[in-house]
């Protein structure tokens, strides 16, 4: 009940393109979840968040979008670029908990020039 | 977001010693977390530090294995004892934000080597 799985492991997308994962969650009492980006050798930086309140959430290039009947939700890369080439990992978390982040298991991306 | 510091960034070590590792914030925190991100794998919360209490372990995490200190609220302390090759990973300490929101961030992490 406490994980969160993340698909697909590693993804190719040539620039330009829209780069898609997806995380689903069985524990109904989450009510935050974020996407983090991580680079080789550095801690993973806070990308997006959103709660169970909204469907959908954009950030310039990046959107979540929360289906909360089905327990998943996905980030959307538009207009992926090169530097955008990272492991991505989604989490989720019961606020006014512990504060516990509990995470899927990372999908790396490529984005190809 | 919080400016968040570790020491060491990386170390060798060998089997049988224990390391110390440090985590810095630029502003007080409540609540800080210490997280494990073994070889290619995700991140497991290890332990939740908060000032002036005992720190809360999760399954699987041992105080004699991981102590953590947490004397004020801008630093904590990871001891990994007594270490073996399978200790080998990147501990990463957490804080929550500035705003004591639910949203927290993450020091660089500090890679370590056990041989």
């Known amino acids: 009940q406490q994980q969160v799985k993340q698909s697909p492991q590693s993804l190719i997308v040539q620039k330009g393109g829209i780069s898609i994962i997806n995380c689903a969650y069985e524990?109904?009492?989450?009510?935050?979840f974020p996407w983090y980006q991580q680079f080789p050798g550095k801690g993973p930086a806070l990308l997006i968040a959103?709660?169970?309140?909204?469907s959908e959430k954009k950030e310039g290039r990046f959107t979540i979008s929360f289906n909360k009947s089905a327990k998943q939700f996905s980030l959307h890369i538009m207009d992926s670029q090169p530097g955008d080439s990272a492991t991505y990992f989604c989490?989720?978390?019961?606020?006014?908990?512990?504060?516990?982040?509990?995470f899927g298991q990372g999908t790396t991306l490529q984005v190809k020039p | 977001s919080a400016v968040i510091s570790q020491k060491p960034s990386r170390d060798i070590c060998q089997r049988g010693t224990s390391l110390t590792i440090q985590c810095q914030v630029d502003?007080?925190?409540?609540?800080m977390f210490w997280y494990r991100q073994q070889p290619g794998q995700s991140l497991t919360l290890i332990a939740t530090?908060?000032?002036?209490?005992?720190?809360?372990?999760e399954s699987g995490f041992v105080i004699d294995k991981f102590p953590i200190s947490r004397p004020n609220l801008t630093f904590s302390t990871l001891t990994v004892s007594n270490m073996s090759p399978e200790d080998s990973s990147i501990y990463l300490c957490?804080?929550?934000?500035?705003?004591?929101?639910?949203?927290?961030?993450f020091g660089p992490g500090t890679r370590l080597t056990v041989t």
């Open positions: 957490s804080v929550e934000g500035r705003t004591g929101g639910y949203e927290q961030y």
């Open positions: 524990n109904t009492a989450f009510d935050y």
């Open positions: 959103i709660r169970p309140d909204v």
């Open positions: 502003s007080q925190v409540t609540m």
């Open positions: 989490a989720a978390s019961i606020t006014g908990n512990t504060g516990k982040l509990i």
């Open positions: 530090a908060n000032q002036g209490s005992e720190a809360t372990y």
